[in-house]
């Protein structure tokens, strides 16, 4: 039910992939190369860095790695949209982000996860394959993409009907994944609550700060600093739930944060969205 429901939002973010988005990073590619630095080797590297001077509990702290080593969440879309942010970058960087996670996201999540001790001794009792994670995500998100994007080549005006039911219904799913993780890890999710809460608003705030400030140092306009911010800041939750229950048998702690990150991001990303918005200090930071 896991793997369907994940499909179903993989086929939802695919459908808003128009051939408009593939022009934009060909005229545009620097913004889009910058957003995938910042997401899949920034923000897997400082979450290391976090990791090793905090020390959290060994499955906390291979919850946060995995959470990095995820691509972008679909909601980021949205969240850009708000902001004023560059949409069709945000959208060309969901969808090839998820195809670049079928490799970098197990190659992130065994390297970074290897380094401590502590989280390697829980990978090697669990002894994951590169090669099976990686064939669990083509089927899992490149299938429903590719199926996604043919279906809106094929039927565009009943895409653009079903398009908005579709999202809704992606996201209800999505609160469903983490409404079920948390109830079943309540033993854990008690124990852990106040260190969680405090780990994934730390994790979450370098996050969105390693996505703006890569995209300031590259010296991006305003409107893809504000994307990449966002980009960087929102992961797909989903999907690291999805390989905890399936390679790891739902481990409680790993789920726990994984789950709370889901919630949380929803939070800080429209945050994040509104301020960039309505109080335009993206803009005033930029000039100094």
Not at 192 to 209: D, F, M, Q, R, S
Request: proline share 4%.
């Amino acid at each position: 039910m896991l793997n369907l429901a994940l499909a179903f939002i993989m086929f939802g973010v695919a459908l808003s992939l128009e051939t408009r988005h593939f022009r934009e990073v060909a005229r545009n590619p620097k913004g889009f190369w910058v957003g995938v630095v910042s997401q899949f080797i920034f923000l897997p590297a400082i979450t290391f860095l976090l990791v090793y001077f905090l020390r959290p509990h060994p499955g906390l702290a291979l919850g946060m790695i995995l959470v990095a080593a995820c691509p972008g969440g679909n909601v980021s879309n949205f969240y850009s949209l708000v902001a004023g942010g560059n949409v069709a970058l945000s959208v060309s960087l969901t969808g090839f982000a998820t195809f670049f996670a079928v490799f970098l996201t197990p190659l992130n999540f065994e390297f970074w996860g290897s380094i401590l001790p502590e989280t390697e001794e829980i990978l090697n009792s669990i002894d994951i394959s590169f090669f099976e994670m990686a064939k669990t995500l083509v089927l899992i998100l490149i299938i429903p993409l590719l199926l996604g994007i043919w279906f809106r080549r094929k039927f565009p005006p009943l895409t653009i009907r079903i398009e908005k039911y579709v999202r809704i219904l992606s996201f209800l799913i999505l609160a469903a994944f983490i409404g079920f993780a948390l109830a079943g890890n309540m033993d854990v999710f008690s124990k852990y609550i106040h260190y969680v809460v405090y780990l994934v608003l730390l994790h979450n705030a370098l996050a969105l700060i390693t996505g703006y400030l890569t995209a300031k140092i590259t010296r991006l306009n305003s409107r893809d600093v504000k994307t990449i911010t966002i980009e960087t800041g929102i992961q797909n939750s989903g999907l690291g739930l999805l390989i905890i229950f399936t390679f790891f048998d739902g481990m409680g702690p790993m789920a726990l944060i994984t789950a709370w990150w889901g919630i949380w991001h929803l939070i800080s990303g429209i945050v994040s969205a509104i301020i960039f918005r309505r109080f335009k200090i993206s803009q005033w930071v930029l000039k100094q």
